[in-house]
């Protein structure tokens, strides 16, 4: 089966603009978690939605948003642009996220870049 | 304050050799998990531990959950450069999935 798209895979934004990243996850599953890589901080959790609710979110401020479809795919959006905010977006999509054993499955990231 | 510190930050090593890296964390977790990742790619799920002490085998990998799940040790056997790569731990706790920063692992041929 496919696994989790992440759209589009680079992108170069200026400050001050808002950027919006998407992600169509694993057919089936219905949790779909955020996170942003950078080599110093590593992975940070942002938010994680269950159909359609948002379930849990990181420390992150509010210029981090993000929704969920009916057909569990996710976008985040992130305004306001800083130069702080170029990294690595991870989206993680699983089956059952309240298991103890359960699995994320990652997309390949949208790197993004702010000039 | 990071959650879970791993250790080393970074290690290279020979084609050949063992080495063990380690994830340690003050608190209790119900779960933990290591990953691989490699350049432009997402992390990969290699193994989930669940119980205190818990040893489990991924052919040359041996994974450890410590006694009283706050830690854990990834051991390799014989490394070789297909090892290569950024090695992630990842602990739930109320029902969120904390991930270390990574041991960057390079095995050179």
């Known amino acids: 089966k496919a696994g989790v798209t992440q759209t589009p895979r680079y992108l170069i934004k200026t400050r001050g603009q808002q950027v919006t990243l998407s992600c169509s996850p694993i057919s089936g599953h219905r949790s779909v978690s955020w996170y942003q890589q950078t080599p110093g901080q590593g992975l940070q959790f942002l938010f994680e939605?269950?159909?359609?609710?948002?379930?849990n979110k990181g420390n992150f401020p509010g210029r981090f948003s993000g929704r969920q479809f009916s057909n569990s795919r996710s976008e985040m959006n992130v305004s306001t642009l800083e130069l702080g905010d170029s990294a690595l977006y991870l989206c993680?999509?699983?089956?059952?996220?309240?298991?103890?054993?359960?699995?994320?499955?990652f997309g390949q990231g949208t790197r993004l870049t702010v000039v | 304050t990071q959650l879970l510190e791993q250790s080393p930050q970074f290690l290279s090593i020979q084609e050949g050799e063992n080495l063990t890296v380690y994830c340690n964390s003050s608190?209790?977790?119900?779960?933990l998990q290591w990953y691989r990742q490699e350049p432009g790619e997402g992390p990969v799920l290699l193994v989930t531990v669940v119980t205190g002490g818990e040893v489990k085998k991924l052919k040359r990998l041996t994974f450890q959950f410590g006694d009283a799940r706050k830690d854990s040790s990834l051991h390799i056997t014989a490394a070789q450069p297909g090892d290569t790569g950024l090695y992630l731990c990842?602990?739930?706790?109320?029902?969120?999935?904390?991930f270390g920063k990574g041991t960057r692992l390079h095995i050179l041929p």
């Open positions: 993680a999509s699983s089956l059952n996220p309240t298991a103890q054993n359960t699995e994320a499955f």
């Open positions: 939605y269950f159909s359609e609710t948002q379930r």
């Open positions: 990842a602990g739930k706790r109320d029902d969120k999935i904390i």
């Open positions: 608190s209790v977790f119900s779960s």
